[in-house]
């Protein structure tokens, strides 16, 4: 039994619907233990305080953010390679949803700043390239937006995808230079959570299990929504 | 040198407008498609042109030797006459454009701009253009939009005169343009895509 | 091929051809900033090649849904997709005018601008020569958005949405080239990448915005 069964929508509907439920129960079950774990059962740091606890929404955030990107590249191939129509729906479902994490974590970020920097903002890499990284996600849906044709959309996208994931990497590098090209060694980077000792860890590895949980169980349900609409279009246009 | 279109499926959004269309021109004759608007005519030729990729079944014809245009003549207002056709020659490798201001009457026309120009001299700078791309199979859609009853019996004078040259011509259009025994006709309603008929069984969103 | 160089060219100074209006909005850029951020010239002559860099950037946005759009309104795509030309020479010549004809007007024009923002007169030739590196990957970046939404009606605010994050990486390493050069500082780096960044994109590019015209001619 080949994964490539699944690229016939309907017996894609069918297979989702039926681990949908499972992947949704099992993100709630981890994200609710990781974050009432990591934020009433672990002391706090000696020096940040209980702000660094905001990492277990921080971090797993970022996570798939960047993964949500990187999933649509994939997807977005295989739809230019094999033209399977679910692939590029896929691809689609998945964007709104890298755009709220990218979101969660330029806005957790800001709110794990403030105490720390005493600004809401500061131009530090990392966030910086989460900000390029949201318009990246912004234009790929406007464009799914702008045009009619739904294979062209999807093809257009899909190059799109390719051509910003290459000129993302390329601004991840181009942002640290950038920042620490002119004043060496004032970054002020949210690497804390490297130092993170084990008692952070363990509900840091729940949370982030839960939000792939989450990620995955939300683009099913998108994609299974894209299809529907597709559905829905092709009878009326007959 | 024939046009060999057979079992031609056309596609737009994955849905199957026309298939099994299927149909043989030969030099010095034209071929008028007949249709509601809808049906796909513009969708078909394109395909012919190489404009939108074959799905299903052949064209056959010499390679490079056919030129698709639409009502819209490309014609940059801000050029001449002889600078539009010089540059259309220049990209389609053909050698001059004599032969295509005298045929189609410009010399009086050579160095207006083409902004200045009537919607017939207009029509006819496009035709001058197929001509100069030297290309002898013209793929025309509704190309009589926007010209009056003297125009359009121009228009099918100077594609007589085109035919009469060994040239060929498939014409998507409502008019009858006076052709004669050099047109056939062609009734697209027939290859109308049956409602059930999908791209690709797997893909089967119904 | 250079007849479609020559034609691009010709349309784009001939009336109604926007050319100089990219150069209208650097000038109303630059002008702008000092009525934003105060008169006072120490501050400005500070951020004058950032503001540069983003006026000549915004200027050569604008004038980018020209490369394409017309030629599609009004059939000349089509009969040229036809045409024996490989696409992918028709994205390139379409580029080299655009840089021609909106791109390196810009680079002359800036430091005559910058003066307006204190620019001293050695820093001139960094202005320049940064701009002159920089601006032709701007044009083939642009070239590959304006692609993108040449079928669409009012794709211009789609188009600078789309293409901005792709400046990016040009905007930095252009603008930091021309902050270091002024100040005497080692410029390899920021030079090595900005040139880097521009003949990739002007040689792989093309293949991308070729493919994308393609899709959107079917």
């Known amino acids: ?238 | 040198m024939t046009l060999t279109v057979s079992n031609l499926s056309v596609l737009r959004a994955s849905r199957h407008l026309l298939s099994g269309v299927g149909f043989e021109v030969s030099a010095g004759q034209a071929l008028i498609l007949r249709g509601p608007n809808g049906l796909g005519k513009t969708t078909l030729l394109r395909t012919i042109a190489g404009l939108q990729p074959v799905y299903q079944g052949h064209v056959d014809m010499p390679e490079d030797s056919a030129v698709y245009a639409a009502h819209l003549d490309g014609i940059k207002s801000t050029l001449t006459v002889r600078e539009n056709l010089e540059f259309w020659a220049s990209v389609f490798g053909t050698d001059s454009i004599g032969a295509g201001i005298a045929t189609f009457d410009m010399e009086h026309l050579i160095d207006r701009p083409g902004g200045m120009l009537s919607a017939g001299q207009k029509r006819r700078l496009g035709l001058a253009r197929l001509m100069v791309t030297g290309r002898p199979i013209w793929l025309l859609d509704e190309p009589t939009v926007s010209l009056d009853t003297v125009a359009v019996g121009q228009f099918g004078d100077m594609i007589a005169g085109h035919l009469d040259r060994g040239g060929m011509a498939v014409i998507a259009t409502h008019i009858d343009l006076g052709l004669g025994a050099r047109a056939e006709t062609l009734d697209l309603s027939q290859f109308k895509a049956a409602p059930e008929q999908k791209y690709n069984p797997n893909e089967a969103f119904l | 091929m250079n007849a479609l160089l020559l034609r691009d060219m010709r349309l784009a100074m001939r009336a109604g051809g926007g050319f100089g209006l990219s150069l209208a909005f650097f000038l109303i850029v630059v002008v702008l900033v000092p009525f934003g951020v105060g008169p006072e010239m120490g501050l400005l002559s500070k951020i004058a090649p950032g503001i540069l860099w983003v006026g000549a950037l915004l200027a050569c946005l604008l004038s980018l849904d020209r490369i394409f759009a017309l030629d599609f309104e009004d059939g000349t795509l089509d009969l040229l997709a036809t045409a024996p030309l490989p696409i992918e020479a028709v994205v390139s010549v379409k580029s080299l005018a655009h840089w021609i004809t909106t791109g390196l007007p810009l680079v002359l024009v800036a430091p005559l601008l910058g003066v307006l923002l204190g620019l001293q007169s050695d820093a001139f030739y960094w202005i320049v020569l940064s701009l002159l590196l920089g601006t032709p990957g701007l044009s083939v970046i642009g070239t590959f958005g304006a692609a993108l939404t040449v079928g669409l009606k009012r794709g211009g605010l789609l188009l600078s949405l789309l293409v901005l994050p792709l400046y990016v990486p040009t905007l930095i390493f252009g603008a930091e080239l021309a902050r270091r050069g002024i100040a005497g500082m080692d410029v390899g780096t920021p030079m090595s990448l900005l040139l880097g960044i521009t003949f990739a994109c002007i040689a792989l590019l093309p293949f991308a915005s070729a493919a994308v015209l393609k899709i959107n001619l079917r």
């Open chain 1, 1 to 238: 039994m080949s994964l490539w069964e699944y690229a016939n929508p309907v017996k894609f509907l069918s297979f989702s619907g039926k681990i949908i439920p499972w992947f949704a129960a099992g993100a709630a079950f981890f994200i609710s233990v990781g974050l009432y774990w990591g934020y009433f059962l672990t002391p706090d740091d000696y020096k940040q305080g209980s702000t660094v606890k905001i990492i277990y929404l921080h971090v797993p955030a970022a996570l798939i953010a960047i993964n949500a990107w990187f999933m649509m590249l994939v997807t977005s191939l295989i739809w230019l390679i094999r033209r399977h129509h679910v692939s590029a729906l896929a691809a689609k479902a998945a964007a709104p949803i890298g755009i709220v994490m990218t979101l969660i974590t330029l806005i957790t970020g800001a709110l794990w700043g403030q105490p720390m920097w005493g600004t809401w903002w500061a131009w530090d890499p990392r966030l910086t390239s989460f900000l390029i990284l949201f318009l990246f996600y912004l234009g790929y849906v406007a464009l799914w937006a702008a045009i009619d044709n739904p294979d062209t959309a999807a093809d257009l996208t899909s190059v799109l995808c390719m051509v910003g994931s290459v000129f993302a990497v390329l601004s991840r590098y181009a942002v640290l230079f950038w920042n620490q090209g002119l004043h060496q060694g004032a970054s002020l980077s949210l690497d804390k959570e490297k130092n993170v000792a084990d008692v952070f860890y363990q509900p840091l590895l729940m949370s982030i299990t839960g939000f792939v949980l989450l990620f995955v169980a939300l683009v099913l349900i998108g994609t299974r929504t894209e299809i529907r609409i597709r559905r829905a279009s092709a009878l009326l246009a007959r």
